[in-house]
């Protein structure tokens, strides 16, 4: 029996069992998260110079992978080893680097990237395709889970690198178990994370801060040699705007925007640089959110975001954009403003809002619109700190007496002239340390060494006004508003305030003794008052006393200035009566005269008067004579005592008075004897 005797020859049971051995060698189980890579024993192919795995049947690494499952590969020529498929955890991002295709031109960091490479699963399509080895632009998104070859690419998380590195120099780098980590490439743990831009804590002031991302990418072609940062398309946009007749806040808009979408916000550099992506820092910014950036391309700096508050402006200083065309005219002689777009000082600022501005482009000068506050003192302005270098005005009097002066000024920059004035001064801080701190100290040291301390004190709110006007004087020259000045306080030397002190104290004793001596004399006042209170009725009831005499009074006067009158017209009438009852007699006794003589005459009027009056014409004494004359001398002698002793037995009569008897005297004899004396006497009320 020929098949006994086979299979009982001990080579022949050798042969099954090796064929045997062999067959379940060649039966490979994979994995459902591992893929196969198989290694050619032996070829008569060899592998070119520059590529580690075999893609036509070579010996070495095969560019076909086992996928999971039960797979056969004669154990003989083949030998399998398992790795796992790439995963990226969620969070992270997973770099690829190629081991094999074409290499890199001079100057490239990374490999070109198509679409037909997907993620990096077929490796024949990618070097069929033209990829190329190094560094790939895409990374592996969060949750990616791929089968893709260990010997062809590497791919960088967090926490390990999956693929078989061929280089010597990683495989040193390798940890004990050969796993390699990413420090072995120059990456940071936190570089494999997705980048997140979000608020920020604002550490000891609290609260949070609004962040943008600038980026700087480190592959593509060198910018121009007049700028600093790239901007797709550059600036032709705005320059378009410009001859379009856009206004200043439509060409802002435009240059606040960003042209991230072009490339999905730098996460597709292919087509970053398909766009004219230029290498260096990038104008535009990204925002919130999560990116997936390739950490040997792409870095992100966060910065604040420009916040703008009500009550401020911000100035933008450009140092970006189209050459500089100053359009702030000839008579403004202290810089150059701009149109946005252009570089230097915008001449339009941006008001209150937030704008993710590039500070790396543009510096804005934050100018606070409302009335600022300086404090030339100890404390500073819990608003800002613009006044956080200002320190008391010290100064000397020309005694000698060191003064230290709180003061305040008030300023403010309208909104419209902000640019001008950042234009002039640099920045706010430059405005207050270099031009006010200048103007507000030399001005006071100045004028109070030119006067004695006394009479700073007094004069303080004079001195107070005239730095007003010039620190006004001199702000106006850099079109700020002067609002006020004020002091707030003086430090007085002590040797001063001890001399004020005993000055002050004698003032108010003086003022005390003052006060003391109106005291007594309100109450002396008072007292008159109380008196005069009191004694009220009796000076009532006085009043009235001396109403009535002075009513009486005052008609007695009036009755005697009218009795007085009444005499002097009559007397003027009599008067009068008397002159032309004369003047008749005159005549007549001139025409007597002239007729009968001047003895006859009197006679006749003697004669006449006897007649008229009350005498006895029988006489009680005879006289005689012994001729005519005698006897005429002696009658008329008789008469002349009758008439000056009166009747003579002590019965005065009175002779007529020719004023009241007119008649009778113009009717009497031609001679009569003249009045006497005694019967020209006025009546007693007219003695006066």
Not at 3 to 8: D, K
Not at 661 to 673: D, E, H
Request: aromatic letters at 6%; a neutral charge.
């Amino acid at each position: 029996m020929p098949p006994m005797i086979l299979i009982s020859h001990p080579w022949y049971s050798l042969l099954v069992v090796a064929i045997i051995f062999v067959v379940f060698q060649s039966f490979r189980r994979i994995g459902p998260t591992d893929v196969g890579l198989v290694t050619k024993r032996f070829a008569w192919k060899k592998l070119s110079a520059d590529s580690p795995v075999a893609f036509d049947g070579e010996a070495g690494y095969q560019a076909d992978l086992l996928m999971p499952g039960l797979r056969w590969k004669l154990w003989l020529v083949y030998s399998v080893d398992k790795y796992p498929w790439v995963q990226v955890p969620a969070g992270e991002i997973g770099v690829v680097i190629a081991q094999v295709g074409n290499p890199l031109p001079i100057g490239a960091k990374s490999a070109v990237y198509r679409k037909e490479f997907g993620n990096f699963t077929e490796l024949r399509t990618f070097v069929t395709r033209g990829g190329q080895k190094g560094v790939q632009r895409p990374v592996l998104p969060p949750g990616t889970l791929a089968p893709i070859h260990p010997v062809g690419f590497l791919v960088i998380t967090k926490n390990q690198v999956y693929g078989v590195p061929v280089s010597p120099e990683l495989r040193s780098k390798s940890v004990k178990g050969g796993t390699l980590l990413p420090g072995a490439f120059g990456l940071q743990p936190e570089q494999l994370e997705l980048m997140r831009i979000v608020p920020q804590p604002r550490g000891k002031e609290g609260g949070t801060a609004d962040m943008i991302g600038i980026v700087t990418v480190y592959e593509g072609d060198p910018l121009p040699s007049s700028d600093i940062a790239n901007r797709l398309g550059g600036f032709d946009d705005v320059d378009k705007l410009e001859r379009g007749g856009s206004s200043d806040a439509e060409i802002m808009e435009k240059l606040l925007g960003s042209k991230n979408d072009l490339h999905n916000n730098f996460q597709d550099y292919q087509a970053f640089l398909d766009n004219g992506g230029r290498i260096g820092l990038q104008h535009d910014p990204l925002l919130y959110g999560a990116y997936a950036l390739n950490p040997f391309l792409v870095s992100v700096e966060l910065v604040p975001m420009l916040v703008v508050k009500q009550g401020q402006v911000a100035v933008i200083k450009a140092y970006v954009g189209l050459v500089t065309q100053d359009t702030s005219g000839e008579e403004f002689k202290y810089g150059s403003l701009v149109r946005p777009g252009h570089r230097g000082v915008w001449q339009e600022p941006l008001r209150t809002g937030k704008y993710p501005l590039n500070p790396r482009c543009y510096e804005p000068e934050i100018v606070p619109t409302a009335i600022l506050n300086l404090n030339w003192a100890d404390a500073v302005s819990e608003a800002h700190s613009l006044d956080a270098q200002l320190q008391q005005i010290v100064a000397k009097s020309n005694e000698g007496f060191v003064f230290k002066i709180d003061l305040q000024v008030q300023i403010h920059v309208p909104d419209t002239k902000a640019p001008r004035v950042i234009s002039m001064v640099g920045t706010m801080r430059n405005l207050v340390n270099e031009v006010l701190q200048a103007a507000v100290g030399n001005h006071f040291r100045d004028n109070l060494q030119g006067m004695p301390a006394i009479r700073f004190i007094e004069t303080r709110r004079q001195v107070q006004e005239e730095a007003f006007r010039h620190i006004r004087e001199q702000l106006e020259q850099y079109q700020v508003e002067t609002k006020g000045v004020y002091i707030q306080d003086v430090i007085l030397p002590e040797d001063l305030v001890t001399v004020l002190t005993h000055r002050e104290i004698a003032n108010q004793e003086i003022e005390t003794f003052r006060k003391q001596r109106a005291a007594q004399d309100q109450r002396i006042e008072m007292e008159q008052a109380k008196g005069t209170a009191d004694m009220q009725a009796d000076l009532a009831r006085s009043k009235v006393g001396v109403t009535i005499k002075k009513n009486n009074a005052d008609g007695r006067v009036a009755e005697a200035a009218g009795e007085a009158a009444y005499i002097r017209e009559t007397g003027t009438a009599k008067g009068a009566e008397v002159e032309a009852v004369g003047l008749a007699r005159a005549k007549g006794f001139q025409a007597q005269v002239n007729a009968l003589g001047p003895n006859a005459t009197a006679l006749v009027n003697v004669v006449a008067a006897l007649s008229e009056g009350r005498a006895k014409f029988v006489p009680d004494i005879l006289v005689t004579g012994g001729n005519g004359s005698s006897a005429l001398e002696g009658l008329a002698a008789t008469a002349m005592r009758f008439l000056s002793t009166g009747s003579g037995k002590g019965t005065q009569s009175m002779p007529p008075d020719p004023a009241e008897s007119p008649t009778r005297a113009t009717s009497a004899a031609p001679a009569t004897m003249p009045i006497p004396p005694s019967a020209q006497e006025k009546p007693p009320h007219l003695a006066k």
